[in-house]
């Protein structure tokens, strides 16, 4: 007796073809030989050209006492095609970088719930290059046209196809209570670690590298009370990015890594601490300074500037500047309640009025100053 898993293989295809399509904007991706593929647009193909069965777990059984099911290993070809349909001009083996960067991001891939045939499996399917040589392409490549197309072999492991058969015992109970119940999920471990940030401290559109244990599965980073996507590279390796504009003050955070389970509940990992600091990218002045008497080249002035930038924390946070000149930090201002968390107001008030010169303007938000100080006119 058969169950859902026993349509993995085509399933798996299905699956990295949307994945695929949707790292590379929705490019064409189609899954056949490669000489049927071409229709005139510009496209990437995915031929299944191999399936074995997996060394690695070939006894490995879901739980002991029940019957291994049946691991596999798929071998695709991947080949471009531009828009006449050519395979071999420059603009396909553009495409085919692309689809082998896009290939290598997807290195770990986890089914959705609702994908019956693959979801079940507890590893994420693994996707690693292989030698696509001269003698594999010629001996694939004998289709209607007998054309040699250059491609690139990818392997997708482990897929399952697992056999419906009791186990040798008492059933394991998968449900508590009324039939309702959902039940309990059991995790092959106790959940991710996190072990290390790098860089610890860094501004937004930086890749930060996290390093740990048991990463299979998640998804997605939390900074602080923000969701942001996590890419999983090699075991115990995954790496997020804060962006560029995002809406994000810049503070220390408790960072952790979380993913949903089937119950739809989410498990995190233990958090670290990271140090998102803030981006400066100018200062003005806001219109002219007011001079102290008597007048003079060196009389004392006061007024009031702005700075602009990321992260920035707005009126909601702690945020100070200080004007830095000759060697000498020159007052502590604080942020007006008008800023925002792209722009900044300060106001140098009379009794702290300073010289004119070129003042350094240092920020900091939330304890965190920022790496740039612009330097300011006080003039």
Known sequence: MTTPSGEAIGATSELLRTRLSSALNNVLVTVGRPEAASGGQRSLNLFLYGVAIDPHLRNEPLDRGQMPPLWLSLHYLM????????????????????????????????????????????????????DANVDLLSKLMQGSDEKYRVSIAVQVRPVMLELESPPAYAPLVKTIGPPANPGIVVLPSL???????????FVAGTTVTLSGTDFAGYDQ?????????????????????????????????????????????????????AELMPIVTGTVLNGPLTILPPPGPNALRHGSFRVTGTQLGGSAASVFATL???????????????????????????????????YAVVVRVNGQQAIDSPTLAWV
């Open 221 to 273: 980073a939390i900074l602080g009370s923000s969701a942001l996507p996590l890419a999983t590279g090699p075991e115990g390796v995954a790496t997020f990015v804060v962006p560029a504009a995002a809406a994000i003050a810049a503070n220390g955070y408790g960072l952790c890594i979380s993913r949903t389970l089937p119950s739809g509940r989410t498990i995190t990992s233990n958090a670290l601490l």
């Open 191 to 201: 959940g991710a670690v996190l072990e290390a940030i790098e860089p610890e401290r």
């Open 79 to 130: 080949t471009a095609f531009d828009d006449g349909g050519e395979s071999d001009s420059s603009n396909a083996h553009r495409l085919l970088g692309q689809g082998m960067t896009a290939l290598q991001g997807l290195n770990y891939m986890r089914a959705p719930v609702a994908n019956l045939a693959l979801s079940r499996s507890p590893d994420p399917l693994r996707l690693t290059f292989e």
């Open 324 to 358: 830095f000149g000759n060697g000498v930090a020159n007052g502590l201002f604080a942020a007006e309640p008008t800023s925002t968390m792209t722009q900044l107001e300060f106001t140098v008030p009379p009794a702290g009025a300073l010289p004119p010169g070129n």
